[in-house]
């Protein structure tokens, strides 16, 4: 009768007591990325050419060796065969675009009175689109060779390659009047401020990094991106860690040669675990636990809070039947990975619903039994 | 010898007035003196040591510190027992001794052997705990700031460097502990990942630290005849200086503080923390140092208050919020109220039996002048008045006449049967006739109390003053009728007609046909009390046993204790919602709640799971102890994830000295492995769970601390080049806030220390920490160090060197020591406890337990030591068997009345039995010694005629000295102030006693009489 009058009680101040709030177990990347610290250089060899980016004959040089230039400024005419090909073909299929333009128009007209078939509109139609199709490709291939085509009127085989970006011209590497085929360097320059993020990574990381990962340093809220251009093969002595190498291409007044900053290196290889809240987790007799919800809680409720009824079970196997009896399973997790706000654990099935907060609460239920009168 | 002492008194009357008035001037003067408590001073002789060890797990704590210093101050001379704790950052060590040894010399002794104690440098330093006793919290005050102007961490300040100083100096005070709030301490927080960039260890920032901050004397020079002094001022002065504190000089610049570090001011971390209404607050608590005087500090205290108010910044105050003079002025007024209307019930019942005035007026004044003996003694012997010490004085009142009334009476009867001769020769003679037997009669009284006196332990302490008390108002009263009261009659009493009043005569003719028959059946009646008596003591032998009535102190208090390893935030947090919990729910009758979270800076074992929260009501509550059981009620149900146990502040010390446990009842299991502990106390459980009579049982859980475990991997350690010590010092330094130096700011001290930055965010943080080696390797914590989590020890308590465990149970329906018994003889059959492990009862029985053992052993004595007075008095012993008798007739009425009203058999109630002792004895004098005198008289008469003439003439003395008696004790039956509780059940006893007692006395003493006597007083009349 006692017990009947504890297990209603408890029931009941178990309902309007702490709300303890459930989440489902999602799946969720981890290992994204790690903090490490970088050191800001200046490479002397950060040499670069300029290509060719088509083929053709070298007519003059707008630039003279040791001359400093800046981005976009010109550095070589062309006399390009296939440049000149190209933009006849440009101009001459424009000109046939607007002869087309203009049959549409009057078969159009022609239709609307009733003196032409729909067919032969429609073939007119077909015609148009495959050249503006055509028409279209071309600009962009031009485009892409820096011409401009709107102001095209006539073929042209001049052809100018620009800076892409500021420095010295350390050599002209092709004589005046030679040919020269698609890719082939035609000058080579130095650039001014060739900044280097040298970045030293823990040798645990080894297996993650790789070429091209995202770099990234945060000065004053200003978020700088450089990608790694090289992984040396030697480690830093003194540090024990491997040294990465990536190029800062935005210029910036903030970096300094030397200085140590802070960066985060983004792996690309992030796996998938199942994952609860950081807030989940509790440390509950030598384990790693969270407390997963029973849904025939309330059919069967313990009485973790009176020792009468208790002390029948304090055997040896209790946990087992505090767990079959409480409201709350306890489930040993094993941490695989974890983030700021997110753990991977194993232990536990995607889409199991868990105690995402106050797991504090549970676990002091589980354990009020046991505390006793003494605080000393 | 004691005829002598009457004729002397009477030869020099003036004098013996004299003697007199000077003995009650002084009397009141020490009753103004005496120092006033609330409860005797129950602490055991107890030296404590405590070592700060921040930081550090209660295994290492208890392996590097607690054992060390066990060992040694074990092997003591007097040592009673050595009881530890160690816990997360201390060790307490609290060694008991022989109460018979002066705490002086034991804490000299122990610091001695403190000495020899090797600890590893930089695991603290143990100090010995204040000298005060377990009840020396006697004052507790909030230090508020009303304007909202000052931080929590400058209160703190102010408590630390204004009111602590001012304190202190009050005379009695032996500390001021201040709790709550912020210490302040000044943060060098180093950036770790900096020490690659320009190339120095966490070691060097700490030695540059420890080698700045200092200060030199440079002697003098002379200079123009005149003395220059030189000093190097090399202390901090501002954080500037510690920014610019070199750790590394290069060509031409330095590294220092600045570069790789931000200096700022912060707080040091803490175990403790102060809640009130909701808010976080700063308390102090003031120790009273042993054997001074509560009422009086706490009065010099008050006087120093507007001191430490000026000096306070405007705006902050001391608000009081425990004072223990309320409770103790409480207590001494219950008890002072019910000595004065024992008095005037006394007084009222004398002038009733005698109704002449001159008389009662003698007897009467032997009242005040025996108690002011009494005060006199207290004085000398340093026992204060208190609940216990002036409850004596209550249980006395009735008795202290007893000796007067005999020789006033007598002297009285007397002086009319001898009208014509010489009133001082009359009265002489009738003093010198009942000297002998009054002697007796108080001696024998002051020995059956003296059984008390030699209790120790709790029960010695709390009823040892309560007994000598008596005794010396016994000794006083003695004094008093031996010495004043003859002279007194000599000058006061005129011989009159002793008619009887119409109260007697009304008594007696109720009380003759009861006597005759009793005489006529003497055999019958005799036989059937004896059933009643067997019968009754059995039934007492079932009733059931406390050892201490609970205290009500007329307050609420909590000790609220969460799971272990709850943190101190979350823990003051939870304070601060019951707080306002208990403040909406019950506005009507709570005023304040405070609520002390974990231990203060010092000394104590609390953890951050623990909370007492102590709750200031609002005056006239009606009904406080429904207003408890409702409470404890809804806080239950409101806050289901912690446990909460009522408590009130004395109560709650009082428990803790009780051998660290509270519980009724417990078992100790003690052995070194607290896993196999663990397994025998569920074994244990298991086989106990069905034995009748168990309520509750509960294991104090001492695993469930979670620990981040930081092991050394030495052959990492090797590849880098990195010391244990670099890796220890930037755990205790960098991590665990152990300060480097010290900012001084006048003669304020400040830590300054080295910590890392965001090395405490989470558990990752904590790997992550960088270390540099000296030759520049550069490594996380959890590439040198294996880093896992698990559950450690939240505290390690030890007895005698021996680690235990309590199980505690509860107890109810059934007598305590039969289900001991019963489980100590399943658990010996059932459980397997291995070698090295042993169970112990222990709890309030044991002290019962104790108390009762001794009992056992010290009445018998003083039975046969009383037989010997009786002996020595009568010069017979079928005398004193026949007096002795009495004594279980006696006790008849107070089992009727304990069984009646439901009162548990508890220390007090058998101090009950005690009394009824002595006054059956008392009762049982009177009336034998005047039959004897009649048959001396008379020796023809049958005997069955003496006995009766006897009983009747003696009737009205019997009379008055168990109706004064009663009425003396009857105030203590109805008191209801603080305290009255704890006499209750000595009152019920004494008041059924002396009522059964006086009836059985008048009526089957005669008849026993008649049975032992009879024949051989028949023969000696029909010889004749």
Redesign the interface.
């Known amino acids: 009768m006692n017990k009947l009058i504890v297990l209603m009680?408890v029931l009941?101040?178990?309902l309007?007591?702490?709300e303890i709030p459930t989440q489902h177990a999602s799946s969720q990347a981890f290992g994204k990325s790690v903090a490490i610290?970088s050191q800001v250089i200046q490479l002397s060899n950060a040499s670069q050419s300029v290509m060719s980016l088509v083929s053709g004959h070298i007519e003059k040089y707008y630039v003279k060796a040791g001359e400093k230039i800046k981005k976009g400024d010109k550095i070589v005419l062309l006399e390009s065969i296939a440049i000149s090909k190209m933009t006849a073909e440009f101009i001459s299929q424009k000109k046939q675009l607007s002869s087309v333009n203009k049959n549409y128009k009057a078969l159009q007209n022609l239709y609307k009175k009733g003196m032409t078939s729909l067919q032969s509109l429609n073939k007119q139609s077909i015609q148009k689109d495959e050249l503006l199709a055509k028409l279209s490709a071309l600009k962009s291939q031009l485009k892409t060779l820096n011409i401009n085509t709107d102001g095209l009127r006539k073929a042209t085989s001049n052809f100018i390659i620009y800076a892409h970006s500021d420095g010295v011209v350390a050599k002209i590497l092709q004589p005046l009047h030679s040919g020269v085929g698609v890719d082939t360097p035609i000058i080579s320059l130095v650039k001014e401020q060739a900044y280097y993020l040298k970045s030293?990574l823990?040798l645990?990381y080894a297996s993650k990094v790789k070429v091209g990962q995202k770099l990234t340093i945060d000065l004053d809220g200003k978020i700088i991106v450089s990608h790694v251009t090289q992984i040396l093969p030697k480690v830093d002595v003194?540090?024990?860690?491997i040294v990465l190498l990536s190029s800062v291409d935005e210029k910036t007044d903030l970096l300094y040669i030397n200085a140590?900053i802070?960066s985060t290196l983004y792996f690309d290889d992030a796996k998938n675990y199942v994952a609860v809240r950081?807030s989940a987790l509790s440390?509950?007799?030598?384990e790693?636990v969270v407390f997963l919800p029973k849904e025939e809680a309330h059919e069967e409720e313990h009485d973790e809070?009176?020792?009468?009824g208790h002390?029948?079970h304090?055997?040896?196997g209790?946990d087992e039947h505090e767990e079959e009896e409480a409201k709350y399973e306890i489930r040993v997790v094993k941490i695989v990975a974890?983030d700021e706000k997110f753990i991977g654990v194993e232990g536990l099935r995607e889409g199991e619903e868990y105690v995402s907060a106050k797991s504090?609460?549970v676990?002091?239920?589980l354990?009020?039994?046991?505390?006793?009168?003494?605080?000393? | 010898m004691l005829g002598y002492l009457i004729d002397s008194a009477l030869k020099y009357k003036l004098l013996v007035i004299t003697l007199f008035l000077v003995i009650a001037a002084f009397g009141f003067k020490a009753y103004k003196e005496i120092p006033v408590d609330a409860f005797p001073d129950i602490t055991p002789k107890q030296v404590v040591i405590y070592t700060e060890s921040p930081g550090n797990s209660a295994e290492d704590i208890e392996k590097l510190i607690t054992y060390p210093i066990e060992s040694a101050v074990s092997g003591m001379a007097g040592v009673k027992l050595i009881m530890s704790?160690s816990i997360f950052g201390l060790s307490y060590v609290s060694i008991f001794f022989e109460d018979d040894m002066d705490i002086y010399f034991l804490r000299q002794l122990v610091s001695e052997r403190l000495g020899s104690v090797a600890i590893p440098s930089g695991w603290g330093k143990p100090l010995l705990g204040p000298n005060t006793t377990g009840l020396g919290q006697v004052f507790w005050y909030e230090l508020k700031d009303t304007t909202n102007t000052y931080s929590l961490r400058e209160i703190r300040e102010m408590q630390e460097y204004i009111v602590t100083p001012l304190f202190k100096s009050v005379s009695g005070v032996e500390e001021v502990v201040g709790w709550g709030g912020f210490l302040k301490q000044y943060n060098v927080l180093i950036d770790t990942?900096?020490l690659?960039?320009i190339g120095v260890t966490y070691q060097d920032i700490i030695d540059a630290l420890q080698k700045s901050n200092k200060a030199a004397g440079g002697q003098y020079l002379e200079f123009n005849r005149e003395q220059y002094l030189i000093r190097g001022a090399g202390l901090y002065k501002s954080l500037d200086d510690i920014r610019h504190t070199v750790i590394k000089s290069g060509k031409g610049h330095s590294v220092t503080i600045g570069d790789v570090a931000s200096v700022e001011v912060g707080s040091a971390p803490r175990f403790g923390s102060i809640s009130i209404d909701g808010k976080e607050a700063v308390l102090g608590m003031v120790l009273q140092r042993t054997a001074t005087n509560a009422a009086k500090v706490v009065d010099r205290l008050k006087e120093k208050l507007s001191t430490v108010e000026s000096a306070l910044p405007e705006g902050v105050v001391i608000r009081t919020i425990y004072d223990r003079t309320e409770i103790t002025l409480k207590a001494v007024d219950t008890m002072t109220a019910a000595l004065i209307s024992g008095i005037i019930l006394v007084a009222i019942v004398l002038f009733l039996f005698l109704f002449e005035l001159r008389s009662a007026f003698i007897v009467i004044i032997s009242l005040p002048l025996s108690l002011l003996i009494a005060f006199l003694l207290m004085d000398y012997y340093g026992v204060s008045a208190n609940l216990m010490s002036l409850s004596g004085l209550a249980i006395a009142v009735g008795m202290i006449v007893d000796g007067t009334i005999v020789i006033v009476e007598n002297s009285f009867r007397k002086l009319h049967e001898n009208p014509t001769k010489p009133k001082v020769e009359v009265i002489a003679q009738a003093a010198k006739e009942v000297a002998t037997p009054v002697t007796f009669a108080v001696l024998i009284i002051a020995a059956v109390f003296i059984p008390l006196l030699s209790l120790d332990g709790l029960a010695g302490k709390l009823y040892g003053p309560m007994a000598l008390n008596i005794v010396f108002v016994m000794l006083g009263s003695l004094g008093v009728a031996l010495i004043l009261v003859p002279v007194l009659s000599v000058l006061l009493l005129k011989p009159s007609s002793s008619k009887e009043n119409f109260v007697m005569k009304g008594i007696k003719k109720i009380y003759t046909p009861f006597l005759l028959f009793a005489l006529g059946h003497a055999k019958l009646v005799l036989a059937s009390v004896s059933v009643v008596f067997v019968v009754l003591a059995y039934i007492l032998s079932l009733q059931g046993r406390e050892f201490m009535p609970e205290l009500n102190e007329e307050s609420i208090m909590y000790?609220v204790?969460?799971?272990?390893?709850?943190g101190l935030e979350?823990s003051t947090k939870t304070a601060g919602d019951v707080e306002k919990y208990i403040l909406k729910n019950y506005a009507n009758e709570v005023s304040s709640v405070l609520s002390m979270i974990g231990r203060s800076e010092n000394g104590?074992?609390?953890?951050a799971?623990?909370?007492?929260v102590l709750l200031t009501l609002k005056p006239d509550i009606e009904d406080l102890p429904a207003l408890t059981r409702k409470m404890n009620k809804d806080l239950?149900?409101?806050f289901?994830?912690?446990?909460f146990?009522p408590t009130q502040p004395i109560s709650m010390r009082i428990e803790?000295l009780l051998e660290?446990v509270?519980?009724e009842l417990a078992i100790k299991i003690y052995g070194d492995d607290q896993k196999v502990l663990d397994?025998i106390s569920?074994d244990i459980?298991?086989v106990?769970?069905s034995v009748d009579g168990?309520?509750?049982?509960?294991?104090?859980?001492q695993l469930?601390q979670?620990q981040i475990k930081i092991e050394p991997d030495y052959l990492a350690l090797a590849r880098?080049g990195i010391s244990v010590e670099e890796v220890m010092n930037v755990i205790r330094n960098g991590l665990g806030e152990e300060q480097v130096s010290e900012k001084i700011e006048g003669v304020r001290r400040f830590g300054i220390v080295a910590k890392i930055k965001g090395a405490k965010n989470?558990i990752?943080s904590v790997k992550a920490i960088t270390i540099r080696a000296s030759?520049?390797?550069?490594?996380?914590l959890d590439?040198i160090c294996t880093i896992e989590?698990?559950?450690g020890a939240s505290?390690i308590k030890r007895e005698n060197l021996s680690r235990y465990m309590?199980l505690?149970m509860?107890v109810q329906g059934r007598d305590i020591a039969s289900f001991v018994e019963e489980s100590d003889a399943l658990i010996k059959e059932k459980v397997n406890i291995p070698d090295g492990y042993y169970i112990g009862w222990a709890g309030d029985f044991k002290n019962m337990k104790a108390a009762t053992d001794k009992l056992m052993v010290i009445i018998p004595i003083t039975i046969f030591f009383i037989i010997l007075l009786l002996y020595t008095a009568f010069n017979s012993l079928s005398k004193s068997m026949l007096i002795l008798l009495n004594v279980p007739f006696g006790f008849i009425g107070g089992i009727i009345a304990l069984v009646v009203s439901g009162i548990y058999l508890s220390v007090s109630a058998i101090i009950g039995f005690l009394a009824i002792f002595a006054i059956a004895i008392l009762n049982g004098i009177v009336l034998v010694s005047f039959i004897d005198e009649l048959r001396e008289k008379f020796p023809n008469v049958a005997l069955k005629i003496v006995l009766k003439d006897a009983t009747l003439l003696r009737l009205r003395p019997v009379l008055m000295t168990a109706f004064t008696t009663l009425f003396g004790i009857l105030p203590l039956l109805y008191a209801t102030g603080v305290g009255s509780e704890i006499q209750y059940p000595l009152s019920v006893v004494i008041t059924g006693g002396i009522i059964s007692s006086t009836l059985l006395t008048l009526l089957i003493l005669p008849s026993t009489y008649l049975l032992f006597y009879e024949k051989n007083h028949d023969a000696g009349v029909k010889g004749k």
């Open positions: 009680s009941g101040l178990c309007h007591a702490i610290n030293f823990p645990a003194q540090t024990q860690r140590y802070a950081t440390f509950y007799k030598n790693w809070h009176e020792g009468h002390d029948e304090e055997e040896v209790h974890q504090y609460y676990k002091s239920m354990l009020k039994s046991s505390l006793g009168g003494h605080g000393h | 704790n990942k900096k690659q960039n000790r204790i969460a799971i272990p390893g709850t979350h104590e074992t609390a953890q799971n623990y909370m007492e239950k149900q409101a289901t994830f912690i446990n146990v803790e660290g509270k519980a397994s569920k459980q298991a106990l769970g168990l309520e509750e049982m509960e294991v104090e859980t469930g979670a880098y989470d990752e030759n520049g390797s550069l490594v996380s590439q989590i698990r559950q505290f309590v505690s509860d």
